[in-house]
């Protein structure tokens, strides 16, 4: 085909005025502030890469002779060779959030454009490429005509492959983006759109009368996009663009803000916690309706006194618990605030009938970037696991009842109230009889029976302020708030008598006997601590021991009053 004068003449117009507009790109991907981005670096190369394409295409054409024109035709594809490789790369950073292709992968892909400048440059391989060159006079300047060979055929394929591959992954990932990211990456559809076709129309002439290659400027005109989507619309300033599976079915919820607090991405999860929808994307957070999905509770404040400095917890008050607010309400404030204070924020929510605990923290972005990443992360098992530690810690495991720590910590802080209210209170020590001889003859898992039936008489005989523990081996502590001399009498005592009357079986079923002996002793008024009552109610429990076992006794002073003991 003759090739078209008018078609060259407009090429050679335009393809120095578009390499210099590159140029300027360049150097603007280049600038203080933009260099370091990952994806500049690889813009400012496939821009590079297109002006060497474009200066190389020009000066062929403007070629007088044969020598310069094949010298400028064999060193388009120093750079044309690589373009496709550089795109991919640019693909997999976009959609990875900056992670290219691995060393190994980049080393088999460039065997083909190094193959392909090893053919050209050498005159007996070059008929693989180019079986013959005809060439047409344009006074002053000569025009090739090509016929393309078997190896043009492989590096075509081969170029194809990569742009099809990457224009795959970025289409895939859109697909995955929210609505306000597709909006943005239509430049980047566009900048694979736009190349291919011109490159498809020169190999496979699919516009009649146009023979003139316009990929050059088809490359260029990619690299305009590019920069208007990464450097004018933002595209990887506030957000990690890559968005996966993964993402999308992570328990955490991911919140991406820009510098202003507007909501440029969220995962599944982070819609749900904070009452979100697809379309709130893109308007500020702090500035929604109250439109999210009722609850069927509110947010309360988490107790983090425990959670150390640089951590927080979401407050509702009361109020806002009576005006059925919405829940997600405080979780976006809880956001807000981690935004604000730099901080972590927790937060609690009722989600029907059950609690969940949230922690949002947020991270500034960097390389450049002007915005935050917030995390919500479910606490809820964590939170269940340190209560249970919490609880193992102060629980004594086999009958459920505080351990002696627990217990003395309680009963201090009870005695404490009843000496600065003058309020009435009763300490009793209980000691199950012969306890090493049930061991012996029943076997340890008989005595556990019998530990664990006692424990749940002194939880049932409990009042709502009475409280129990198991302070040793068969050893047991009981507080009565309020009771006087004839009360706590009457409180132990029916403890004792429940216990003598429970059947306890062992192994073999055979019943087995287990009675329990009692002291108590009561506050009088003199100022004494826990131990010292205990100290008074074991006497009492000596005592009965003493008198037979199986029975209740009384702490009695020896002088009754130096300690304002009640008359009993």
């Not at 969220?266 to 916690?273: D, G, M």
């Amino acid at each position: 085909m003759t090739p078209d004068r008018l078609q060259y003449d407009l090429y050679r117009i335009a393809a120095p005025m578009v390499a210099i507009a590159l140029g300027f790109l360049l150097a603007a991907s280049l600038r203080a502030g933009r260099r370091h981005r990952p994806e500049a670096r690889i813009y400012s190369v496939y821009t590079a890469a297109t002006i060497g394409y474009l200066a190389s295409n020009s000066l062929e054409i403007c070629s007088t002779g044969i020598q310069a024109a094949m010298f400028w035709s064999r060193l388009i594809y120093l750079f044309i060779g690589f373009l496709p490789i550089i795109w991919m790369e640019f693909c997999l950073r976009f959609t990875r959030a900056g992670r290219g292709m691995n060393k190994a992968v980049m080393a088999a892909l460039v065997l083909i454009p190094l193959s392909t400048l090893v053919v050209i440059f050498t005159d007996g391989l070059q008929p693989l490429m180019w079986p013959s060159i005809t060439w047409v006079s344009q006074d002053p300047y000569l025009i090739s005509v090509r016929q393309l060979g078997p190896w043009f055929v492989v590096y075509a394929a081969y170029a194809y492959a990569l742009y099809l591959v990457g224009a795959f992954i970025v289409v895939r990932a859109f697909i995955l983006y929210r609505q306000y990211y597709r909006r943005q990456a239509v430049f980047i559809i566009a900048a694979i759109t736009v190349p291919l076709l011109a490159s498809m129309n020169y190999v496979f002439k699919l516009v009649p009368g146009l023979v003139k290659d316009f990929t050059p400027l088809g490359y260029a005109a990619a690299s305009a996009l590019l920069y208007a989507g990464l450097f004018r619309r933002d595209l990887f300033a506030c957000s990690p663009v890559a968005r996966s599976l993964v993402v999308e079915r992570m328990r955490e919820g991911l919140l991406v803000l820009d510098r202003n607090a507007n909501i440029l991405d969220a995962n599944p999860v982070a819609l749900e916690i904070l009452g979100l929808a697809e379309a709130d994307l893109g308007r500020p957070l702090g500035g929604l309706p109250a439109t999210c999905r009722e609850e069927a509770g509110t947010a309360q404040a988490e107790d983090n006194g425990a959670a150390g400095a640089g951590s927080g917890a979401t407050e509702a008050g009361s109020g806002d618990s009576a005006s059925g607010k919405h829940a997600c309400l405080h979780a976006r404030q809880a956001v807000v605030e981690a935004l604000e204070m730099a901080s972590p924020r927790e937060f609690f929510l009722l989600r029907g009938s059950e609690p969940r605990w949230y922690r949002a923290e947020a991270i500034g972005l960097g390389m450049g970037a002007e915005g935050s990443l917030v995390t919500i992360q479910d606490q809820t098992e964590t939170k269940v696991l340190l209560n249970r530690i919490a609880e193992l810690a102060s629980t004594d495991e086999l009958t459920r009842l505080p351990n002696r720590r627990s217990f003395m910590r309680e009963a201090a802080r009870e005695l404490s109230r009843a000496q600065r209210h003058g309020l009435k209170l009763a300490v009793a020590m209980f000691d199950l009889d012969r306890f090493k001889l049930i061991n012996d003859t029943y076997g340890h898992h008989t005595g556990d029976v019998a530990l664990q039936a006692f424990g749940r008489i002194l939880i049932e005989e409990s009042r709502g302020e009475d409280f129990a523990g198991r302070i040793g081996g068969e050893e047991f502590a009981m507080v009565f708030v309020g009771a006087e001399g004839g009360g706590a009498y009457t409180f132990c005592e029916r403890i004792r008598a429940r216990l003598e009357l429970t059947e306890i079986l062992d192994e073999g079923g055979q019943r087995v006997k287990a009675t329990v002996s009692v002291g108590y002793a009561l506050l009088g008024r003199d100022q004494v601590d826990v131990e010292v009552l205990l100290s008074r109610a074991d006497k009492a429990l000596y005592a009965a021991k003493e008198k037979g076992r199986n029975r209740v006794e009384v702490w009695e002073p020896e002088d009754p009053l130096s300690t304002g003991a009640p008359d009993l």
